[in-house]
Protein backbone atom coordinates (compact mmCIF):
# COMPACT_ATOMS: atom_id res chain seq x y z
CA UNK A 1 0.00 0.00 0.00
CA UNK A 2 1.22 3.36 -0.63
CA UNK A 3 2.17 5.53 2.26
CA UNK A 4 2.19 8.96 2.87
CA UNK A 5 3.37 10.38 6.46
CA UNK A 6 3.33 13.46 7.67
CA UNK A 7 5.73 13.73 10.61
CA UNK A 8 3.06 15.56 12.98
CA UNK A 9 -0.45 15.25 13.54
CA UNK A 10 -0.61 18.32 15.59
CA UNK A 11 1.45 21.12 16.26
CA UNK A 12 0.65 24.36 18.39
CA UNK A 13 3.06 27.50 17.18
CA UNK A 14 3.65 31.00 18.23
CA UNK A 15 3.49 33.77 15.88
CA UNK A 16 6.08 34.52 13.72
CA UNK A 17 8.04 31.74 14.45
CA UNK A 18 9.04 29.62 11.42
CA UNK A 19 7.21 26.45 11.07
CA UNK A 20 8.21 22.86 9.28
CA UNK A 21 5.56 20.96 7.74
CA UNK A 22 6.85 17.36 6.29
CA UNK A 23 5.63 14.79 4.24
CA UNK A 24 7.21 11.71 3.10
CA UNK A 25 6.21 8.96 0.73
CA UNK A 26 7.42 5.91 -0.20
CA UNK A 27 6.17 4.98 -4.02
CA UNK A 28 8.51 6.79 -5.56
CA UNK A 29 5.29 9.06 -7.07
CA UNK A 30 6.99 12.03 -9.04
CA UNK A 31 3.97 14.76 -7.90
CA UNK A 32 3.33 15.74 -4.30
CA UNK A 33 1.02 18.42 -3.08
CA UNK A 34 0.27 20.40 -0.27
CA UNK A 35 -3.25 21.85 0.23
CA UNK A 36 -5.23 23.56 3.51
CA UNK A 37 -8.25 22.28 4.44
CA UNK A 38 -10.79 24.67 6.35
CA UNK A 39 -14.50 24.87 7.15
CA UNK A 40 -17.08 25.78 4.71
CA UNK A 41 -13.37 25.92 2.00
CA UNK A 42 -12.88 22.80 1.57
CA UNK A 43 -9.42 21.56 0.21
CA UNK A 44 -7.38 24.35 -1.61
CA UNK A 45 -3.84 23.72 -3.15
CA UNK A 46 -1.10 26.00 -1.77
CA UNK A 47 1.71 24.07 -3.45
CA UNK A 48 2.40 21.17 -5.66
CA UNK A 49 5.96 19.78 -6.89
CA UNK A 50 5.95 17.63 -10.02
CA UNK A 51 9.66 16.55 -9.81
CA UNK A 52 12.59 17.00 -7.36
CA UNK A 53 13.80 21.28 -6.84
CA UNK A 54 10.85 21.50 -9.00
CA UNK A 55 7.64 23.38 -7.38
CA UNK A 56 4.75 24.91 -8.78
CA UNK A 57 2.33 27.61 -6.92
CA UNK A 58 -1.07 26.85 -6.45
CA UNK A 59 -4.45 28.64 -5.50
CA UNK A 60 -2.98 30.37 -1.98
CA UNK A 61 0.47 30.28 -2.24
CA UNK A 62 0.84 33.46 -0.16
CA UNK A 63 2.78 33.18 3.54
CA UNK A 64 4.12 29.70 2.31
CA UNK A 65 7.07 27.98 0.69
CA UNK A 66 7.90 24.71 -0.40
CA UNK A 67 11.42 22.50 -0.41
CA UNK A 68 11.87 19.05 -2.51
CA UNK A 69 15.22 18.14 -1.95
CA UNK A 70 14.77 14.65 -2.48
CA UNK A 71 11.88 12.46 -4.33
CA UNK A 72 10.03 10.88 -1.30
CA UNK A 73 10.16 14.10 0.51
CA UNK A 74 7.96 17.47 0.16
CA UNK A 75 8.42 20.05 2.76
CA UNK A 76 6.27 23.19 3.55
CA UNK A 77 7.33 26.18 5.25
CA UNK A 78 5.32 29.12 6.84
CA UNK A 79 8.02 31.82 7.33
CA UNK A 80 6.75 33.83 9.84
CA UNK A 81 3.39 32.14 11.13
CA UNK A 82 0.19 33.84 11.51
CA UNK A 83 -3.11 33.05 13.20
CA UNK A 84 -4.90 33.13 9.56
CA UNK A 85 -2.82 29.73 9.00
CA UNK A 86 -4.67 27.90 11.37
CA UNK A 87 -6.15 24.89 9.48
CA UNK A 88 -5.76 21.54 8.53
CA UNK A 89 -3.10 20.92 6.14
CA UNK A 90 -2.80 17.39 3.92
CA UNK A 91 0.19 16.38 1.65
CA UNK A 92 -0.77 14.24 -1.39
CA UNK A 93 1.29 12.17 -3.62
CA UNK A 94 0.57 10.98 -6.99
CA UNK A 95 2.47 8.31 -9.80
CA UNK A 96 2.96 9.92 -13.07
CA UNK A 97 0.51 7.14 -14.32
CA UNK A 98 -1.82 6.94 -11.59
CA UNK A 99 -5.01 8.68 -11.82
CA UNK A 100 -5.75 8.96 -7.89
CA UNK A 101 -3.99 11.06 -5.19
CA UNK A 102 -3.06 9.45 -1.83
CA UNK A 103 -3.05 11.36 1.36
CA UNK A 104 -1.43 11.81 4.51
CA UNK A 105 -3.15 11.65 7.76
CA UNK A 106 -3.46 15.47 7.93
CA UNK A 107 -2.10 17.83 10.38
CA UNK A 108 -3.56 20.19 12.41
CA UNK A 109 -1.50 23.38 12.91
CA UNK A 110 -2.67 25.68 15.92
CA UNK A 111 -1.21 29.45 15.93
CA UNK A 112 -1.47 31.17 18.40
CA UNK B 1 -12.36 27.03 -15.11
CA UNK B 2 -12.94 23.43 -13.74
CA UNK B 3 -15.36 22.98 -10.70
CA UNK B 4 -17.08 20.70 -8.95
CA UNK B 5 -20.21 21.12 -7.05
CA UNK B 6 -22.16 18.76 -4.25
CA UNK B 7 -24.82 19.03 -2.24
CA UNK B 8 -24.49 21.26 0.97
CA UNK B 9 -24.16 18.94 4.35
CA UNK B 10 -24.67 17.84 6.81
CA UNK B 11 -27.16 14.61 6.03
CA UNK B 12 -27.82 13.01 8.90
CA UNK B 13 -29.93 9.41 8.65
CA UNK B 14 -30.52 6.43 10.23
CA UNK B 15 -28.95 3.15 10.26
CA UNK B 16 -29.69 1.23 6.93
CA UNK B 17 -31.25 4.18 5.54
CA UNK B 18 -30.36 4.31 1.61
CA UNK B 19 -27.70 7.26 0.91
CA UNK B 20 -27.27 9.79 -2.04
CA UNK B 21 -24.63 12.59 -2.36
CA UNK B 22 -24.90 14.60 -5.54
CA UNK B 23 -21.87 15.86 -7.22
CA UNK B 24 -21.75 17.33 -10.66
CA UNK B 25 -18.67 19.25 -12.14
CA UNK B 26 -17.93 21.00 -15.07
CA UNK B 27 -14.69 20.31 -17.04
CA UNK B 28 -13.56 20.54 -20.46
CA UNK B 29 -12.48 17.15 -22.29
CA UNK B 30 -12.65 14.19 -19.69
CA UNK B 31 -11.88 14.28 -16.19
CA UNK B 32 -11.17 11.58 -14.18
CA UNK B 33 -13.73 11.63 -11.36
CA UNK B 34 -13.14 10.00 -7.90
CA UNK B 35 -14.73 10.06 -4.55
CA UNK B 36 -12.96 10.74 -1.64
CA UNK B 37 -13.90 10.30 2.74
CA UNK B 38 -12.17 11.48 5.36
CA UNK B 39 -13.33 10.14 8.85
CA UNK B 40 -13.25 12.58 12.35
CA UNK B 41 -9.44 13.41 12.87
CA UNK B 42 -7.85 11.76 9.44
CA UNK B 43 -6.55 12.61 6.13
CA UNK B 44 -8.58 11.83 2.86
CA UNK B 45 -9.22 8.27 1.43
CA UNK B 46 -10.38 7.03 -1.79
CA UNK B 47 -13.30 4.94 -1.74
CA UNK B 48 -13.87 5.20 -5.41
CA UNK B 49 -12.95 6.60 -8.76
CA UNK B 50 -14.16 6.19 -12.18
CA UNK B 51 -11.97 7.37 -15.46
CA UNK B 52 -14.32 7.43 -18.52
CA UNK B 53 -18.09 8.10 -19.30
CA UNK B 54 -20.20 5.07 -18.00
CA UNK B 55 -18.12 3.13 -15.85
CA UNK B 56 -18.79 2.60 -12.32
CA UNK B 57 -16.87 3.41 -9.29
CA UNK B 58 -17.90 0.95 -6.45
CA UNK B 59 -16.32 0.11 -3.08
CA UNK B 60 -17.51 -1.01 0.38
CA UNK B 61 -21.15 -0.86 -0.82
CA UNK B 62 -20.72 2.51 -2.38
CA UNK B 63 -21.24 3.49 -5.40
CA UNK B 64 -21.11 6.19 -8.63
CA UNK B 65 -21.68 5.89 -11.55
CA UNK B 66 -20.59 8.59 -14.38
CA UNK B 67 -22.86 10.27 -16.57
CA UNK B 68 -21.23 12.39 -19.04
CA UNK B 69 -24.32 13.60 -20.56
CA UNK B 70 -25.93 15.38 -17.38
CA UNK B 71 -21.81 15.73 -15.82
CA UNK B 72 -22.95 13.83 -12.67
CA UNK B 73 -20.79 11.51 -10.54
CA UNK B 74 -23.49 11.24 -7.61
CA UNK B 75 -22.63 8.38 -4.89
CA UNK B 76 -25.11 5.90 -3.70
CA UNK B 77 -25.17 3.32 -1.11
CA UNK B 78 -28.05 0.96 -0.39
CA UNK B 79 -27.97 0.78 3.29
CA UNK B 80 -25.68 3.03 5.51
CA UNK B 81 -23.80 2.38 8.74
CA UNK B 82 -23.01 4.46 11.77
CA UNK B 83 -19.01 3.85 10.70
CA UNK B 84 -20.26 5.48 7.66
CA UNK B 85 -19.96 8.58 9.06
CA UNK B 86 -17.40 11.01 7.44
CA UNK B 87 -17.23 13.50 5.27
CA UNK B 88 -17.33 12.72 1.87
CA UNK B 89 -15.75 14.70 -1.05
CA UNK B 90 -15.93 14.15 -4.77
CA UNK B 91 -13.14 15.44 -7.02
CA UNK B 92 -12.25 15.28 -10.98
CA UNK B 93 -8.41 15.43 -12.52
CA UNK B 94 -7.77 15.95 -16.32
CA UNK B 95 -5.53 14.05 -18.07
CA UNK B 96 -3.15 13.18 -15.73
CA UNK B 97 -3.18 16.57 -15.02
CA UNK B 98 -0.86 18.11 -12.04
CA UNK B 99 -4.06 19.37 -9.72
CA UNK B 100 -7.66 17.90 -8.06
CA UNK B 101 -10.41 19.70 -8.01
CA UNK B 102 -12.09 19.05 -4.57
CA UNK B 103 -15.92 19.91 -4.08
CA UNK B 104 -16.77 21.40 -0.49
CA UNK B 105 -17.46 18.16 1.26
CA UNK B 106 -20.45 16.85 2.42
CA UNK B 107 -20.52 15.75 5.73
CA UNK B 108 -23.16 12.17 6.75
CA UNK B 109 -23.78 11.29 10.35
CA UNK B 110 -25.37 8.27 10.56
CA UNK B 111 -27.32 7.72 13.80
CA UNK B 112 -27.90 4.28 15.19
Known amino acids: DVKVTQSSRYLVKRTGEKVFLECVQD?????MFWYRQDPGLGLRLIYF???????EKGDIPEGYSVSREKKERFSLILESASTNQTSMYLC???????????FGQGTRLTVV | GDSVTQMEGPVTLSEEAFLTINCTYT??????LFWYVQYPGEGLQLLLK?????DKGSNKGFEATYRKETTSFHLEKGSVQVSDSAVYFC???????????FGPGTRLSVLP
Open chain 1, 49 to 55: SYDVKMK
Open chain 1, 27 to 31: MDHEN
Open chain 1, 92 to 102: ASRGALDTEAF
Open chain 2, 50 to 54: ATKAD
Open chain 2, 91 to 101: ALNKNYGQNFV
Open chain 2, 27 to 32: ATGYPS
